[in-house]
């Protein structure tokens, strides 16, 4: 079974500094996608950054980017020049693409408070 | 905003009572997921309707059950409420390619008594 592993139930960064949020996850399968979704308190899942795995390059949007380690089954997030507006839960996900759904599988999160 | 909404915002049942939650999809996607996010923990699939036929289904029991219109509009049915389905409901929409990702709803709080 898929499962993914978030580590850091909170994390804290000052405004403008770095902040790298930590993922794991495990399968068997080699054709997936994995997500980073942020989750503020009006209980929005919104779509942060995604990878695909069949891809070398780590993926990057704007202020945020992932370490992708295929081989050791890794998924970090770094935020850069955080900002208030990025204190929201952060959550994992993976998807496995050969099945019939869309099922995302998703972390516990990490909940990153910005601190001005 | 992803386009997708759901009603109501807020609920509140009682042990044994029976729920409907409803989900308006993005336009154009084909698919729609259901997810129980528990208080402190990441969502969990409940099921995948696509093309109105429930696809694919978590380990979730049948009293958890749904329909898809043909306008991609999607109910969520709880029958027989227990305490431990108080949690927050989140629809996605999506498409089947494998290209492309969900698009989440703003969830139904869902407090049962």
């Known amino acids: 079974a898929q499962t993914v592993t978030q580590s850091q139930p909170e994390m804290s960064v000052q405004e403008a500094e770095t902040v790298t949020l930590s993922c794991t996850y495990d399968t068997s399968e080699s054709d997936y996608y994995l997500f980073w979704y942020k989750q503020p308190p009006s209980r929005q899942m919104i779509l942060v950054i995604r990878?695909?795995?069949?891809?070398?390059q780590n993926a990057t949007e704007n202020r945020f980017s992932v370490n992708f380690q295929k081989a050791a089954k890794s998924f970090s997030l770094k935020i850069s020049d955080s900002q208030l507006g990025d204190a929201a839960m952060y959550f994992c996900?993976?998807?496995?693409?050969?099945?019939?759904?869309?099922?995302?599988?998703f972390g516990t999160g990490t909940l990153l408070a910005v601190q001005p | 905003e992803t386009g997708v909404t759901q009603s109501p915002t807020h609920l509140i049942k009682t042990r044994g009572q029976q729920v409907t939650l409803r989900c308006s999809s993005q336009s154009g996607h084909n698919t729609v997921s259901w997810y129980q996010q528990a208080l402190g923990q990441g969502p969990q699939f409940i099921f995948q309707?696509?093309?109105?036929?429930?696809?694919g289904r978590g380990n979730f029991p049948p009293r958890f059950s749904g329909l898809q219109f043909p306008n991609y509009s999607s109910e969520l049915n709880v029958n027989a409420l227990e305490l431990d389905d108080s949690a927050l409901y989140l629809c996605?929409?999506?498409?089947?390619?494998?290209?492309?990702?969900?698009?989440f709803g703003p969830g139904t709080r869902l407090l049962v008594l």
């Open positions: 309707y696509y093309r109105e036929e429930e696809n």
């Open positions: 996900a993976y998807r496995f693409l050969g099945g019939a759904t869309n099922k995302l599988i």
């Open positions: 996605a929409s999506g498409w089947t390619g494998q290209a492309k990702t969900q698009y």
């Open positions: 990878q695909e795995a069949y891809k070398q």
